[in-house]
């Protein structure tokens, strides 16, 4: 069973950063395509960026420039980095399966001020 513990989100200003973790158990996270989401206030679920089984990435428009997602192998953990955050940004962030989704965890908050 696939269990995905996402952590590192808080309360920052605009034009910060934050890196946020996604602990993987149940599946190997360099063989298969591993992606982050977020879900903003009363929004519905979006897919922020993923990485591919041979790394590469792909960002939704709002992340290109500003976000990077990467992935620690011998970890098995899925990371973003986050950086010059924008109120909009204010969001719970997911990981998972890009193709074919396990339960969601329990995501990480993140709010931004301006």
């Known amino acids: 069973q696939v269990q995905l513990v996402e952590s590192g989100g808080g309360l920052v200003q605009a034009g910060e950063s934050l890196r946020l973790s996604c602990a993987v158990t149940g599946t190997i996270v360099s063989r298969t395509t591993m992606a982050w989401y977020r879900q903003p206030p009363e929004k519905q679920r979006e897919l922020v960026a993923y990485?591919?089984?041979?790394?590469?990435?792909n960002y939704t428009d709002f992340a290109k420039g500003r976000f990077t997602i990467s992935r620690d192998n011998n970890k098995n953990t899925v990371f973003l980095q986050m950086n010059s955050l924008k109120p909009e940004d204010t969001a719970v962030y997911y990981c998972?399966?890009?193709?074919?989704?396990?339960?969601w965890g329990r995501g990480t908050q993140v709010t931004v001020s301006s």
């Open positions: 990485i591919t089984v041979v790394g590469t990435t």
């Open positions: 998972n399966r890009y193709y074919v989704p396990s339960t």
